[in-house]
């Protein structure tokens, strides 16, 4: 065993340290299954003074260290290299305080517990992604966590009053405030948040809830042009404003391809471009109202082609079904997959679709290879496109290269960002200079040299 | 002439460059009339270009330079010291591209100026406060202001989607992006907002814009107990929802205080608490019936005493005048003032007005001045109180000091901020330790010397 791990094991106590087989390998990989190597150990901190004395030994022994919360990520930021030590905070858990406008929580609490806590006192977690039942707090804020919400919540960042966060050397930043203005000195949280654990390990904050709003209304849309995404979304902010809370977009190449294989049912397989709304209003009757309201004025309007809206929460449940059980269901009906997540200009997103799907369309001819399926999707109410490569047979590296290149060269040329919701983490950062210049990534680098000078926190992640 | 001076003068123009007497005088102090003392010289750039040279040859001088928007500001961050340059973005203005959902914008342009060009695209800025006519937006970026919306649409950080921003040593930061999602690495521009302009001077932004909402209703309210506001709050936000646009509280030390000296008139002088409420609709009908069906049940629910919602766009603005005009009127109603910009947990908001007026009535009988006018007022929807003591004489430097001893004891006491919305600047430096943590204090410390090691930027703002 290492000497940090033995200090380690002492300092804390040997039920916080494990170092088995299982454990590790557990350990050391996200949720797209990619691992850079085993860790030396995973140390399960039980409370903030254990995270803090952690930190202070691996920084006195410079001994590098991959912060995980539920490992959910898509990008290989929590993911291991070899000789790292996994600090998990799954055993950080809980919600300490809580009333209707703010919750105190520890950061290894799941992304559900919390919104379980908020309803339990008629508030509502503005975070939501279908990671929740494993990805934790604590992973949301370190990653700026998007979802199915954002075009009403605002990302992660929107929700975190008061932060907690252990740098690198130990010492404890506690921020914990309730209130929503504080001008007093500098933000210091927004440093923390979605800064992917480079610079600070967060193990607390408080997060604002809002009033729980008790009526929704679902509907499934078909455009009669995928050129019409933008007109649909105007009118939509013009007519829900506020209330408008989900506004996702499937294109027929992702409805065809995932309805056969999941079975999933959507009621507009042939669709030029189909949608999923919701909007919120005092109550159901009157959010299904409005929603009806605006699906006959857009069918006048010429731009929708036909539409359908839940009846029950049941029905409601089986629109979102393809959207939203979809991306789960990938390793098990496809050999591997090659995914994006990208934003583009809002003028863009159909270009960006169909010039990224020609793009691996015409990798696949002309290397006569049948099995690969681009599929588009995503939140486009935020600019924000789920792009991802279906393969019948594991995918080589060089044949990932070969798309990341082609399709990342679209994202470039359009002046978008490589990562819009999951971060670089390991895996997108050869594409980083894509969408930040010289300048941003010698100051990404600076920052990092300073609060992090012996660079042990999630190394090699971002840059 | 100082040797920087003439070398700027080289550099970007002579016409940039001014400094008689009258233009030292103006660019020497902010709206409290505060001053460090004369400005060198007052630079006017005319491009971002003009920008980064004058901070290139500060740098290479260790000239310190004041950074200046509109001059509107509270705390002394933009009124000069002596010996320093005063940096006018006066002139850097206009909007460079605008569309529903987001406009390019430069920094010196007003929030004015930047929310017409928003509402002439049928969209609307979610930055507004009374200094609305002379503060520019980089100003307002650069101290994260606040307003009288912010619980409908949050801080000005939030509706920054883009920034660009010129370095101590004249680099340009350009991250001028259009996309809500862009996890791409470090957040850079968080950093900027709201530190002040100690880190860099923001130069221009892209805002996001939000559809217009048509329909307002305003209500002006008396409460049967001033206990009663976090009942009433909570009410509204359950009622409205994302819709409550306005929750702003008048104590009747204000509403006597003001209402006599400026003649505004108010429906409820004698109210224990008083509010003006606003939330928004499709329409003014929708938003008005909305707004009556809440008060009549507020009624029922016992804390409501009295009620008047306006009937049109005049009567709204009378109900808003003592709010909005009051604090205008400072200067021609009272000697001098005494201001605070306080935020406490929201539990802790009544018993901070006690507190705070308690203080001052005790301070003003063991001296036997009568002169003494506590009034409190506020955004308590977001736990932000202004507190203000009127004098009928101007203050001594022991008196103010005195006053906000006692009242920054109570609000360190309540675990509140010094600061809520105005900043640090230079006036509230001695009381940044109240409000943050010598850690915290040391990271501000760290950040400062990483990106400006000369301490030119607006040096000895904050701490």
């Not at 919600?95 to 290894?108: F, H, K, N, P, R």
Request: one cysteine or more.
């Amino acid at each position: 065993m290492s000497a940090v791990v033995e200090a380690i094991r002492n300092e804390v106590g040997a039920d916080r340290v494990a170092d088995d087989a299982e454990m590790l390998a557990r350990h050391a990989a996200d949720w797209t299954g990619w691992s850079g190597g085993l860790p030396l150990a995973v140390v399960r901190p039980r409370s903030v003074a254990d995270v803090a004395a952690v930190m202070a030994l691996c920084h006195a022994h410079g001994q590098p260290v991959a912060v995980q919360g539920g490992r959910t990520g898509l990008c290989g930021g929590a993911a291991t290299q070899a000789g790292e030590i996994a600090l998990s905070l799954e055993r950080l858990k809980g919600v300490e305080a809580i009333d209707g406008t703010s919750m105190t929580v520890l950061a290894g609490t799941t992304v559900a517990e919390a919104q379980s806590a908020a309803h339990a006192v008629g508030a509502e977690l503005g975070i939501d992604f279908g990671a929740r039942g494993t990805a934790a707090v604590g992973g949301a804020i370190s990653t700026n966590a998007g979802g199915l919400h954002v075009i009403e919540t605002g990302m992660t960042r929107a929700q975190v009053l008061g932060l907690e966060v252990v740098l690198a050397d130990g010492r404890v930043l506690s921020e914990l405030t309730t209130m929503v203005k504080v001008n007093s000195g500098f933000d210091l949280k927004q440093l923390f948040i979605g800064s992917e654990g480079a610079l600070g390990v967060v193990t607390r904050a408080v997060l604002a809830l809002r009033p729980l709003r008790q009526g929704l209304a679902t509907a499934a849309l078909a455009l009669t042009d995928p050129e019409e995404a933008l007109t649909a979304l105007e009118a939509a902010r013009r007519t829900f404003g506020p209330d408008l809370s989900s506004f996702e977009a499937m294109w027929p190449d992702y409805v065809t391809t995932m309805s056969a294989r999941t079975g999933f049912a959507f009621p507009f397989a042939d669709a030029p471009l189909a949608l999923i709304l919701e909007a919120r209003d005092a109550t159901d009757a009157g959010a299904t109202a409005r929603m009806e309201a605006f699906l006959e004025a857009s069918a006048e309007a010429g731009w929708l082609a036909d539409a359908v809206v839940a009846g029950s929460l049941a029905q409601a449940r089986s629109l979102w079904q393809l959207r939203d059980e979809g991306p789960a269901a990938y390793s098990t009906v496809f050999a591997g997959t090659i995914p994006f997540d990208i934003s583009v200009p809002a003028r863009d997103l159909t270009t960006a679709a169909t010039r990224m799907g020609a793009a691996v369309r015409a990798i696949a001819a002309a290397r006569d290879e049948a099995g690969l399926h681009p599929m588009t999707y995503g939140h486009i109410g935020d600019q924000n496109l789920h792009f991802v490569v279906g393969c019948d047979a594991k995918p080589t590296a060089a044949e990932k290269a070969a798309i990341e290149e082609k399709v990342y060269g679209v994202v470039a040329e359009l002046g978008g960002a490589v990562s819009a919701e999951h971060g670089i983490g390991q895996l997108k950062k050869p594409y980083l200079a894509l969408s930040r210049g010289p300048l941003a990534i010698e100051l990404m680098k600076t920052l990092k040299a300073t609060l992090d000078p012996k660079n042990i926190l999630n190394p090699g992640r971002v840059f």
